[in-house]
């Protein structure tokens, strides 16, 4: 958590490899951000502000065109099942130009199911999202956690993350603050979060 500017973004971007570092070094799961950023890139899966999707394809092809990207092979049956778990079957052949943007966090969502991460990156998640994908969000982390995962989760919505936050911790200026980190957070630990 912190206030609009504080870094939060900027952290996500440079662990995902998608910033380079001005300065100072940084391991992600035991990979150099800087010597090692393909393998970086492989292990992480970033969730952003923006859905990065190609309004003239359809939902198939954004996907398909995802994998391709990355190296993998497009698997009908994987891709429908995922659209099928965001909820956007039934939409999966119509261009993503006219989705709403919850339709469009959840397409994006869909692409990270496409290839799970071990270390899922939501950087405001349930913005644009209805009770049942603030519900989808969070079965996410939870199913990244159980597989062996790791997750960090920026937002200024601590009450809809309540239910998979383990640790709260803020960051100032581009730093995490020493002694604000919270274990298993209660109602008051969460409450004292959120006014901060």
């Known amino acids: 958590m912190g206030r ?5 973004t900027t952290l996500l971007r440079v662990i995902a490899t998608l910033l380079r570092p001005t ?6 799961l035991g990979f150099d951000l800087i010597r090692n950023a393909p393998e970086v890139r492989h292990s992480v899966g970033l969730l952003g502000h923006h859905a990065g999707l190609y309004e003239d394809l359809t939902p198939r092809e954004n996907l398909r065109f995802s994998l391709e990207m990355a190296g993998r092979p497009f698997q009908p049956s994987a891709v429908d099942g995922a659209l ?9 052949d119509e261009r993503v130009r006219g989705f709403s943007a919850g339709m469009r966090r959840r397409l994006a969502l869909a692409r ?21 994908g603030v519900e989808l969000v969070n079965g996410f982390v939870g199913e990244t956690v159980r597989n062996g ?39 008051d630990a969460v409450s004292a979060a959120e006014s901060r």
Do not use: W
């Not at 609009?4 to 939060?8: H, V």
């Not at 989760?153 to 993350?161: E, G, I, M, W, Y």
């Open 4 to 8: 609009n500017g504080s870094g939060k």
């Open 23 to 28: 300065r100072g070094s940084g391991y992600v």
């Open 84 to 92: 099928e778990k965001v909820g956007l079957a039934a939409e999966r």
């Open 112 to 132: 990270l199911f496409l290839r799970p991460p071990r270390l899922l990156m939501l950087d405001e998640p349930y913005a644009a999202f209805d009770p049942a």
């Open 149 to 187: 995962g790791s997750v960090i989760v920026v937002t200024h919505d601590l009450a809809r993350a309540r239910a998979s936050v383990q640790r709260v911790l803020r960051i100032e200026d581009g730093r995490i603050l020493a002694g604000s980190g919270q274990t298993s957070p209660d109602e």
